[in-house]
């Protein structure tokens, strides 16, 4: 059963940097079928995607982070990670990783997202 | 692509029939996927390619539709089926998710 894991800091104060890494627990992140990706969850609120990554680093970033957004990936440290600059409160969020899958299924790209880890609440806050 | 869904909550029984809607502005393929989510839990795949029911996932959960309309569709709701559920599109970047539609116990 895979497993993806988050690691970083809860706590921020506003215009610091939020960085998130997640460990993947096989080593799928180095296969051609997956994209690795970044969602957010504001308390009681839905879901948005952030962006993702392929293991060669090809990145897709929500347009309305892309200016503070910035992702990496590891494969030898089965490790992909998200850094997000210049945070305010409105970035208070439970932030996921999960692994997208990407396959051509003949007339169309198949996609989901369908291991996700536990999730990670980051709270900015002065 | 713009994703809505109805209704924004619903109270059922055990047993009933619920269907919800998710509407897509524009119109797309059928690259649309539907999660269920509990309290404080990840979301969790139920259906991708709009009708295609994820390995695993009970076939009381049904999907369909196509261009600007899809259906998730609980045949006889469970216990374990009161949750929130998110439709989420990936034809084209950036992907987009539904605000949710909680489902409750009448």
């Known amino acids: 059963q895979l497993q993806l894991q988050e690691s970083g800091p809860g706590l921020l104060k506003p215009s610091e940097t939020l960085s998130l890494t997640c460990t993947v627990s096989?080593?799928?992140?180095?296969?051609?079928?997956?994209?690795w990706g970044w969602i957010r969850q504001p308390p009681g609120k839905g879901l948005e995607w952030i962006g993702n990554?392929?293991?060669?680093?090809?990145?897709y970033i929500n347009p309305s982070l892309k200016s503070r957004v910035t992702m990496s990936v590891d494969t030898s440290k089965t490790q992909f990670s998200l850094k997000m600059s210049s945070v305010t409160a409105a970035d208070t969020a439970v932030y996921f990783c999960a692994r997208q899958g990407d396959f051509w299924s003949g007339d169309h790209i198949t996609r989901f997202f369908d291991y996700w880890s536990q999730g990670t609440l980051v709270t900015v806050s002065s | 692509i713009q994703l809505t869904q109805s209704p924004t909550s619903v109270s059922a029984s055990v047993g009933d029939r619920v269907s919800i809607t998710c509407r897509a502005s524009p119109g797309m393929g059928s690259g649309l996927a539907w999660y269920q989510q509990k309290p404080g839990k990840p979301p969790k795949l139920l259906i991708y390619d709009a009708s295609t029911l994820e390995s695993g996932v009970p076939s009381r959960f049904s999907g369909s539709g196509s261009g600007t309309e899809f259906t998730l569709t609980i045949s006889s709701l469970q216990p374990g089926d009161f949750a929130t559920y998110h439709c989420q599109q990936f034809d084209s970047y950036p992907f987009t998710f539904g605000p949710g539609t909680k489902v409750d116990i009448k």
């Open positions: 990554i392929y293991h060669s680093g090809k990145t």
């Open positions: 096989d080593d799928s992140i180095s296969s051609t079928s997956y994209f």
